[in-house]
T-cell receptor
């Protein structure tokens, strides 16, 4: 079965410093992977996705993620944090087929300190 | 603009009452999903539907019911059998053609509170 583990429940960074949110996945095949962002009391918005093309994926708002098959990781990074980046972030892996629901990590709350 | 609309944004329920949360999409997506979100627990799947008049239970279906009479609509009823219904509920949809390459589109959520 597919699963995803977000290694930190909470990350705190200072404004202007780099962001690293860690995600490891488990899958019996080559999966699709996604990162979503959720601001308080809002729905989830797609940040970026990996679908077996380039392993370095660029998303919105300056975020990017690198798919590393040997490490089964898909960490999310941003060179310089902004106050507006404070939110909950979810790492997501595709199911066995398109008919199977996506599998969500438990989320990482990012705090940005001025 | 295409998207998913959830209503109401806030909902209050008395003990013992059933309530229905609305989810409508105009994206022509095949599949629709309901998730429950509690602090620190991520998203948990309640029900999903991939075709009209058919749906499947997710991980926490007890105390909930759904219907899919139209492709655009997937309402969720929280019944009195749901012992702890206070939560944030999210509806999502996805096109099943090429689905492995697509994520979900989410609505803005409904916050349900038992009073």
């Amino acid at each position: 079965a597919q699963s995803v583990t977000q290694l930190d429940s909470h990350v705190s960074v200072s404004e202007g410093t780099p962001v690293l949110l860690r995600c490891n996945y488990s899958s019996s095949y080559s999966p699709s992977l996604f990162w979503y962002v959720q601001h308080p009391n809002k729905g989830l918005q797609l940040l970026l996705k990996y679908t077996s093309a380039a392993t370095l994926v660029k998303g919105i708002n300056g975020f990017e993620a690198e798919f590393k098959k040997s490490e089964t990781s898909f960490h999310l990074t941003k060179p310089s944090a902004h106050m507006s980046d404070a939110a909950e972030y979810f790492c997501v892996v595709s199911g066995l087929s398109g008919n199977t629901p996506l599998v969500f990590g438990k989320g990482t709350r990012l705090s940005v300190i001025a | 603009d295409g998207g998913i609309t959830q209503s109401p944004k806030y909902l209050f329920r008395k003990e013992g009452q059933n309530v229905t949360l609305s989810c409508e999409q105009n994206l022509n997506h095949d599949a629709m999903y309901w998730y429950r979100q509690d602090p620190g627990q991520g998203l948990r799947l309640i029900y999903y539907s991939q075709i009209v008049n058919d749906f499947q239970k997710g991980d926490i279906a007890e105390g909930y019911s759904v219907s899919r009479e139209k492709k655009e609509s997937f309402p969720l009823t929280v019944t009195s059998a749901q012992k702890n219904p206070t939560a944030f509920y999210l509806c999502a949809s996805r096109n099943l053609q090429g689905a492995l390459h697509y994520g979900y589109t989410f609505g803005s959520g409904t916050r349900l509170t038992v009073v």
